[in-house]
């Protein structure tokens, strides 16, 4: 008798626990599906009042990129990008950029949607505690016409490219790992860091990296007005600049903050009443079902991640696992 009750009270227990896991899993769920669709219901993208008259008809929009430039932030900001060209009420856009850069190609990707958006709306630049390499890259998406503003204690320059590489053929030697992949062609391991590298592969490299550079270059030329492709050469050491040597060189425009770019963008437009507004992208249904919005990416995604080569304009020696933005 007494066995069979606590088996019966057992049993209750364990059905009442997953009752309750149940109405916790559905309850998650329910609040992941409420955030996405309220994520979707402004494009993925909620524009956050920051100064001014939250009531005016016309708006200023503050694009912020912050981090390392790559994935998956880079299709945010592209999304940020194209959603204040949309918008008609806002009549001009200020990027905030504290960024050491990042990937070539996502580097080159937001220019492209700056040069997109300048045509149809005024851009001005606020870079903060840093602006180099891929974010001073960036910045010139703003055009010749547009006016860069860096605060006092700014970091930018970096011109340059860089593909990480490790050589550990002496450590594989001592430790008898030897690297003997299968490929298809005598240039396809090129970058195995358990051998030094070859001429022919170096030969290579250097003429992918050097095209890289050699755009940057154009870009920023394009975009000074002050600055030819001899001067911006010269500039094009990989060395970082502080904001007062970046003025006195033509790479910005004038020394001040976010709100001194905003100030200076509304008195060239003719505005007297408006909001400032900062964008945001929510994230999507994805993300959040996925966990890629707080989780790190794991050891073993890290290493295969590192083994992939990419060309960067980033500053830093070591961008093979850059910070996840």
Request: hydrophobic residues 45%.
């Amino acid at each position: 008798m007494v066995r069979l009750e606590g088996s019966w009270r057992s049993r209750f227990f364990r059905l009442v626990l997953v009752l309750m896991l149940g109405t916790s899993v559905m309850m998650n769920v329910f609040l992941l599906v409420a955030l996405a669709l309220e994520a979707g219901a402004t494009g993925s993208v909620r524009q956050i009042h920051r100064d001014g008259n939250a009531y005016a008809a016309d708006r200023l929009a503050v694009i912020s990129v912050s981090g390392t430039i790559m994935p998956p932030a880079t299709e945010r900001w592209i999304r940020q990008i194209r959603h204040a060209a949309d918008d008609e009420a806002v009549r001009g856009v200020v990027v905030e950029i504290d960024s050491p850069g990042g990937l070539v190609a996502d580097s080159h990707q937001l220019y492209h949607e700056l040069q997109k958006l300048r045509q149809e709306k005024p851009v001005y630049v606020a870079m903060k505690r840093i602006a180099a390499s891929g974010g001073l890259y960036l910045a010139m998406g703003a055009g010749p016409d547009a006016k860069i503003f860096a605060e006092p204690t700014t970091w930018t320059g970096s011109i340059g490219v860089i593909i990480p590489r490790y050589n550990a053929a002496e450590l594989a030697q001592k430790i008898g790992v030897k690297a003997e992949p299968l490929a298809t062609g005598p240039l396809k391991g090129s970058l195995n860091p358990f051998r030094d590298l070859r001429d022919d592969e170096r030969e290579v490299w250097n003429a992918i990296i050097s095209d890289s550079f050699e755009r940057f270059l154009d870009v920023i030329a394009e975009n000074r007005r002050t600055l030819d492709r001899d001067a911006v050469r010269a500039l094009a050491t990989g060395q970082v600049y502080t904001a007062a040597q970046a003025l006195e060189n033509g790479l910005i425009d004038e020394t001040g903050f976010s709100e001194d770019a905003v100030e200076s963008l509304a008195q060239k437009i003719g505005l007297s009443d408006y909001a400032v507004v900062e964008y945001a992208s929510p994230p999507t249904l994805m993300d959040l079902l996925l966990g890629t919005t707080r989780t790190p990416p794991g050891i073993l995604e890290q290493l295969m991640d590192a083994a992939v080569p990419r060309a960067f304009y980033y500053c830093s020696w070591n961008p093979v696992v850059p910070d996840r933005p």
